[in-house]
């Protein structure tokens, strides 16, 4: 398998544009996160899905972000409209089980999102 | 609810010397922990994890953690540092294992020649 994808690796828009970032789990998995990464806050989980279903969105920081899971292979992290202070790098990362000793979180390459 | 706590966010060893990097943690259920090192530019990799059993787990590139519940601590070890070894070192909790990761703010391992 190729592990969990994301696309793009990296993103430079301007303040106010909307901004896509997309995730292929690994395939079987059925819980799919998503995290944020920078400097002063470090990782922070955003939201998370158990069989497509969003479990828990209290990490999401404004009404700006959304996030879906219309499949068990694809997951979209939306920001609209962006700020410089969105600036980070985002991760998506799956897991096998929701729960259990043999949980495991695989994590993507992440999205290097830059907004100007 | 959870929360992570790594003293030191840089640590310096030198090249064969031992590692031990510092964890606690607070959790309000029986915890899952983890251990995660991420190289420049890259995602996160499992280096190990305590779910239940055995308090001293084994992980990957000879490192090494001993779950003790008495201190709430979950700390990072390895005998002898390597070079390739320099990296961001992050410890996770989880509530049970059954929703997402609670991180630590990272521990900046530096390996000296």
């Known amino acids: 398998d190729a592990g969990v994808i994301q696309s793009p690796r990296h993103e430079v828009t301007e303040m106010g544009q909307e901004v896509t970032l997309r995730c292929k789990p690994i395939?079987?998995?059925?819980?799919l996160f998503w995290y944020r990464q920078t400097m002063m806050r470090g990782l922070e989980l955003l939201i998370y899905?158990?069989?497509?279903?969003?479990?828990?969105d209290s990490g999401m920081p404004e009404d700006r972000f959304s996030a879906k899971m219309p499949n068990a292979s694809f997951s979209t992290l939306k920001i609209q409209p962006s700020e410089p202070r969105d600036s980070a790098v985002y991760f998506c990362a799956s897991s096998s089980a929701a729960g259990g000793a043999d949980t495991e979180a695989f994590f993507g390459q992440g999205t290097r999102l830059t907004v100007v | 609810a959870q929360s992570v706590t790594q003293l030191g966010s840089h640590v310096s060893v030198s090249e064969g010397a031992l590692v031990l990097l510092r964890c606690n943690y607070s959790?309000?259920?029986?915890?899952?922990l983890f251990w995660y090192v991420q190289y420049p530019n890259q995602g996160l990799q499992l280096l190990l994890k305590y779910t239940t059993g055995a308090t001293l787990v084994k992980g990957i590139n000879g490192f090494e953690a001993e779950f003790k519940k008495s201190e709430t601590s979950f700390h990072l070890t390895k005998p002898s540092a390597h070079m390739s070894d320099a990296a961001e070192y992050f410890c996770?909790?989880?509530?049970?294992?059954?929703?997402?990761?609670?991180f630590g703010k990272g521990t900046h391992l530096i390996i000296q020649p």
């Open positions: 899905f158990n069989n497509n279903v969003p479990i828990d």
């Open positions: 996770a909790v989880q509530a049970g294992g059954a929703d997402g990761l609670t």
């Open positions: 395939s079987g998995h059925n819980s």
């Open positions: 959790s309000s259920v029986p915890p899952y």
